[in-house]
Each structure stands twice: as structure tokens, then as C-alpha cells.
């Protein structure tokens, strides 16, 4: 079960660090990724971190201002986000991937999905 955290109400320009917290297996075994729906939108791809976190993927939209982190000592993955934008304003999903046969932009990689969080920036 993984249960995200961190969301909330930020202006513009500020920050927050998201958290996805697991339960019951041990997050070192999946690749990790976040996605986000803003209302009335597609899901969208944010970003993705691989078991070891060798490897790192961000959405172009987040590019330079978002980090994904893990510490799988503590079975939790972090989303840093910096320099918020009011169109970061969505609900952000974390979600686990167990197979990585799949692009880790892709949301149908990922079997196991949080309960989201509410991201909103104001202007």
C-alpha cells in the first residue's frame, strides 16, 4: 500500500516535498515514479526513479525544478518540488512499478498506485 503525503496550498514560486510512504512490501523492489491530474486533464508524468536510483526521469514540464529521491532505508520516495507554478496545481499520484519492462514514463508500467495528494499553487 503506498500512501502519499505532502500536498497543500503554496504561492507561486515557492516550494513543497511530497512523500510516498509504503506498507506491507519493501519499495526497494520497484521503480518508482509520480504522476499528476490536474482537473479536467489527462494524468501526466512527473517523474521516475529507478530501485537503485541510478537513474532519474522528469517530465519536461518539471524539468530542473522538481527532484525525485528515495531513501529505501525508510521505504519512502520524495518529490522536491521548487519554483511552483500555478499550473503544477494538480493531485499527485505516487505508483510502483515491479516488472521495469516498460517505459517509466508510461503509466500503464506501474501496477500499484497511492491514494494522491492535493498540490495547489496559487498565483
Known amino acids: 500500500q503506498l500512501q502519499a503525503s505532502g500536498g497543500g496550498l503554496v504561492q507561486a514560486g515557492g516550494s513543497l516535498r511530497l512523500s510516498c510512504a509504503a506498507s506491507?512490501?519493501?519499495?526497494?523492489?520497484?521503480?518508482m515514479g509520480w504522476f499528476r491530474q490536474a482537473p479536467g486533464k489527462e494524468r501526466e508524468f512527473v517523474a521516475a526513479i529507478s530501485r537503485n536510483s541510478f537513474r532519474t526521469y522528469y517530465g519536461d514540464s518539471v524539468k530542473g525544478r522538481f527532484t525525485v529521491s528515495r531513501d529505501n532505508a525508510k521505504n519512502t520516495v520524495y518529490l522536491q518540488m521548487n519554483s511552483l507554478k500555478p499550473e503544477d496545481t494538480a493531485i499527485y499520484y505516487c505508483a510502483a512499478d515491479p516488472l521495469i519492462s516498460a517505459s517509466a514514463y508510461s503509466s500503464q508500467a506501474y501496477a500499484y498506485w497511492g491514494q494522491g495528494t492535493l498540490v495547489t499553487v496559487s498565483s
Open positions: 506491507g512490501s519493501a519499495l526497494s523492489g520497484y521503480r
